[in-house]
């Protein structure tokens, strides 16, 4: 064979020693540096479930009460669904190990917090409405239902060996108190919310207090019952010698829109004996606050003021003795006014209240602000007719 024939041979010339060598070093360690990123990401998987184990256990353990804790995943939850809404907010909840009381059909919106709907309700109980001062029930339904015994049954002398009558049979009546929704929209933009020095919970608690405080006050006295509960002072009005169940009795102060000039102080006095003994014992004041600036004014004729502030903090002011709510949506003194109530307003008057409270987060309608659609049900109507009376500015 020449050398010509060697040269043109097609077979390549097999690698030397060297090369082989190289190559395969360069092989093991890309083996070892993909081992070490694979048992790397293990470790990592095993300290990050082992963490949840632990927020597991923990989570499983009673709460102490007053726990500081024990309500952060519930706060940390809710304040990221308003911030970033749903997805961000189902994934903490799944990191947190723990959801909020309910979650809503596909809207995508929870129901409050515990500790966010407890500041609302506490806000609600200290403002100025008849709230404060009547009979407030929890209800599951879309109504409630008052049975009264408005008749008195009958009675008489029996003698030991003689027949006995057949007695009258009392009478009880149903008084049924739909329930209404009570709506608030509030917004913020969102680069409010991505700020995180916001406290977007207190802002919005506040913000729905304010507005459903003001629109249940200003129901509970004049509202006309038409998605909206019922104001007591909107039920029929009759002087109280001609009294009769389903109206409300009233006193005249003898003067048109004004106390009478020479004795003021009847009319006070006499609004208070027309309500009968049993529910004096329990009764408030209820009038607005120009209304109290004249009353307290009065004397009687000694010389003494009816009107007296009260000793301790937080102490309603008294007039004749008895609390005085202020509720500023009672009417002014005017011809024909119907300024100042008095009774046993817990016997009187009834707010029906569902426990639910709903906020839905809205990003879109309203770019680039975020609304928070927050609502509740709530009713409200007389529930006792001789448990409160009027004073009305007129002669008669």
């Not at 007591?232 to 009294?243: D, I, Y």
């Not at 109290?292 to 004729?301: L, T, Y």
Request: charged letters at 25%; proline letters at 5%; glycine letters at 8%.
């Amino acid at each position: 064979m020449t050398p010509e024939t060697k040269s043109r041979g097609d077979a390549p010339m097999p690698a030397g020693p060297s090369e082989v060598k190289t190559a395969l070093d360069g092989f093991l360690n890309e083996v070892k540096a993909f081992q070490s990123d694979v048992q790397s990401k293990l470790k990592q998987q095993e300290e990050r479930v082992t963490m949840l184990d632990r927020k597991t256990i923990a989570y499983a353990r009673p709460a102490l009460s007053g726990a500081a804790d024990a309500a952060a995943p519930h706060q940390k939850a809710f304040d990221t669904y308003l911030r970033n809404g749903c997805d961000d907010g189902l994934r903490a909840l799944v990191l947190e190990g723990k959801g909020l009381n309910t979650s809503v059909a596909a809207e995508g919106g929870y129901l409050v917090d515990p500790q966010t709907a407890d500041t609302i309700r506490s806000v609600l109980k200290t403002t100025a409405s008849i709230r404060a001062i009547a009979n407030v029930v929890t209800v599951e339904a879309t109504s409630f239902d008052v049975l009264v015994d408005h008749s008195d049954m009958g009675s008489g002398w029996a003698t030991e060996t003689g027949p006995v009558g057949e007695s009258d049979t009392p009478v009880i009546e149903r008084i049924t108190i739909p329930l209404h929704e009570l709506s608030a929209m509030p917004k913020a933009s969102q680069r409010l919310l991505d700020d995180s020095a916001f406290d977007i919970e207190g802002w919005l608690a506040g913000r729905i207090a304010d507005k459903f405080a003001r629109a249940e006050a200003a129901a509970f006295v004049n509202g006309d019952g038409v998605d909206k509960p019922r104001g007591f002072l909107t039920h029929p009005k009759v002087a109280e010698t001609q009294w009769s169940w389903g109206s409300l009795g009233y006193i005249a102060t003898g003067n048109l829109g004004e106390f009478a000039t020479v004795s003021a102080s009847d009319a006070i006095v006499d609004l208070v004996y027309a309500l009968n003994a049993a529910y004096r014992a329990n009764a408030s004041f209820v009038m607005n606050s120009k209304t109290a600036g004249a009353v307290r004014k009065m004397k009687d004729a000694d010389g003494r003021f009816l009107w007296s502030d009260g000793l301790a903090a937080e102490q309603p002011s008294r007039l004749m003795g008895y609390p005085v709510l202020i509720a500023e949506d009672m009417p002014d003194i005017a011809e024909n006014a119907f300024a100042i109530a008095f009774g046993d307003f817990t016997a009187g008057y009834t707010v029906a209240d569902r426990p639910d409270l709903r906020v839905l987060r809205d990003p879109f309608s309203a770019k680039p602000h975020v609304l928070f659609y927050a609502s509740k049900r709530v009713g409200g109507d007389v529930s006792d007719f001789a448990a409160i009376k009027l004073l009305k500015f007129a002669v008669s």
